[in-house]
């Protein structure tokens, strides 16, 4: 194990942690990919993820991913769960952005 960097007061400097955004990219393929088969019932609890966390990803390659992820479900999904959606555009719009 290589000896901690030290500032000039001799407190350890953090390195900064790499972003491992590649499982992330992963996620938000797989959940395009389940859109079309994706219970009806299932579609708050991935909404809520998608504005919570998803949309708001710190890599640009995974936000991507997931504004895709979340288009193709609106696109299968949008007509007959469009109020459901409303509600959760409208609370998210309440809320303090998170970055």
Excluded: Y
């Excluded at 000039?8 to 389940?34: C, Y």
């Excluded at 609890?45 to 609106?74: H, P």
């Amino acid at each position: 194990m290589p000896p901690q960097k030290l500032d000039g007061l001799r407190k350890v400097i953090s390195e900064q942690m790499q972003d491992n955004w590649q499982p992330r990219t992963g996620v938000a393929i797989i959940l395009d990919h389940l859109a079309p088969i994706l219970p009806k019932s299932e579609l708050p609890l991935l909404f809520n993820f998608f504005l919570s966390k998803g949309l708001g990803d710190r890599s640009q390659e995974v936000c991507s991913l997931m504004r895709q992820a979340a288009m193709t479900t609106i696109n299968v999904h949008g007509k007959v769960w469009h109020e459901g959606l409303h509600i959760q555009l409208k609370q998210a719009r309440k809320k303090p952005q998170m970055r």
